[in-house]
């Protein structure tokens, strides 16, 4: 999925810093349920080269979110703690500021695709074709009752 | 110039596919135009591990945010729901989810029933055949016995309930309401060349499969075989019409931007609800200086979406998420006009079997029951394949300030005026839109669910494009006759979803294209005196 090569990248040194701190905010690495992070090196190198059509708009979103933390903590977003990097993810996703939900649903495309994950979740890390999946039939004799009721169509 | 045409057909999706194939059989000289491709699905996204991204992307439901060469743009900015589309062979069946119900008898009567827009100068009976007809070639699977609809076959068996169809029918059973597995244009046996579904999931960005009925593997090869020419990459600019004000074909733009007249005898119109009064609002002369075929001022107005109400339930038991087609039951329990109610005319329920491992992020990230950091894993863990819901389909009455025009600045890839879209919802609708989230809100609590995530109406879901060519007998209040053609120009068809006069409160694809048959079977009927 990523192939990309440095020269390609349209993000600056600092702008990656800060999307790598800001999606690794919004999923972190969990040890409970043996998952990375999407800040994970391979996670990122998706996300990055997924997000590289919205560079303009996401870039803008790091930059204010860059300006949100000097004002608030008075050092740059990778600097600030987890919970505090989180909580200023959230409240720019809440404004709705232009690029920021365009890089969280990206960032939730390239994790929940990722290997480790999917195998986290009980699910075969495949695409759906060509194996597909089994699906119970389900119980039939539950249209019992709307067979009893009769027709309740009208005939004009 | 080309050699003329016995039948040009402009558009080769629902409707353009099934009137090219019952016309076949005249061995009359029939091409049909398409802007779009051929699909190959070993390109569809379940065939990938991104395939719920490409649903966002190159397989989006939006042109807008499709954006692909073959797309022409649409400004639907001052309309609360927004134009859903596919542009190919097989048009918005490739990407269509295949829930595949008729009208009911009552849909073609709403003057006399409830006293509201008007009566189609049809009737359920005259369509009958039609819808078996269409059900045996694009094969539909169901269960005969419906008590929502008078007696229909089935071709194969319906889809499995599954645990999520099962959970919910248990809801409609604790209420006593109507449900019924869904008819649907999705092969649960082989058939026709296809194989059957194997559950993949993604219905809705192509089935790679080759289980669900689009246009492109069902009718297509039948009508290529009888000797219809699909030409791809060929969209049409604007019908021509000649001194005595009859179509004489089409200006087009083939795949290298050159442009060509394709001369023809007759001309039918089969883009759609969008597509069609786009093309014949551009096709002006000083014959017809507001449009071809528009005399009445009618073309363009009295578009109907049908409004969408989602209601998901979360539910404490894993159900059956990504896996599966997407339909699997219905329900009509509100479907007929109750006067103890405070709108006229109703809904179905369409229930949706779950949702995939990004699907269900987004929905829980951008709804605040996932949080952002610490408990994220632990809270998508409560909704993963654990949400199951419906959608409520409600029917839109017509109203002529809903619009298509064209817009004065945006244009296509070949610098065509595309379409703007005016709509705005009605309380009828609105009022529809609330019974149908309050009323599924039991359903799911009875099944179980503890939390119930809702969006009335849904953004993104303008997939049903109704009405701007509607149907009638008089020609001052419609666009084209009882049989499809135009009461201005008699060598003109629209087979599609514009001729609709009422939207029903069901998905429109099966009766786009029984239409299209029994417009087909009028012209073959007539054939000596077809312009007369």
Redesign the interface.
Known sequence: ?ADTIASDDPFSGDERRTLLALVG????A?A??A?PGADDPAIAADIVA?ARPYHETIAAALSHLESMAMQRFDTGYADLD??S???L??EL?RSRFAGV?TL???T??????DDRV?QS?G?DA???????????????S??D???R???????? | MTDSVDVLIVGAGASGAAVAWSLAETRMRIVCLEQGDWMNPLE?P????????RG?GDMSISPNRRGRETDYPVNDANSPISVANFNAVGGSTILYAGHFPRF???D??VK??DGVADDWPI?YQTLEPFYAENDRMMGTSG?A?D????PKESVMPPV????A??AI??G??EL?W????SDTAIATEAYDGRDKC?????CSSGC??GAKASTDITYWPHAVRAGVEVRTRCRVREIAVNGQGMASGVVYFDRDGVEHFQPAEVVIVACNGVGTPRLLLNSTSGRFPDGIANTSGLVGRNLMFHPYASIQGVFDEPL?G???PGVCIWS??F??TDPNRDFVRGYTYEINRGRG??AT??AG??SDRI????G???AY?QL?KRIAGMVGICEDLPEEHNTVTLDPELTDGHGIPAPRIDYTLSENSRRMLDHAVARATEVLEAAGAKDVITEAPIGVGGWHLMGTARMGIDPERSVVNEWGRSHDVRNLFIVDGSIFVTSAGVNPTRTIQALALYIADSMKNRLANLFD
Not at chain 1, 25 to 28: E, G, L, Q, R
Not at chain 1, 108 to 113: M, N, S
Not at chain 2, 147 to 150: C, E, G, L, R, T
């Open positions: 999925m905010a919004v999923i972190p969990s409970k349920h998952v997924t987890p919970v990097r989180a909580r993810a959230r996703t939900g969280v649903t990206i939730a495309q390239c994790y929940y695709r999917m979740l699910m495949r695409p759906p074709f060509p194996q597909g999946f089994d699906v119970p039939q389900g119980d039939w539950l249209l009752p709307v067979r009721r009769g027709r309740i169509y009208k005939i004009p | 569809y379940s065939t990938g591990r991104d395939w719920e991204a966002f009911h008898p009552s073609f009567r006399t029933l009737d269960l016995g008590p929502a609809y008078p499995p309930l599954g645990r169809g099962e029918a248990k409609f059973n006593g109507h449900w019924w597995p194997i559950n993949l999931g993604a790679a499969q059956d990504y896996q599966g009509q329990e479907y007929e491992p990004v992020a987004l990230m951008f949080p952002f950091g610490d994220h894993h632990d863990r993963f």
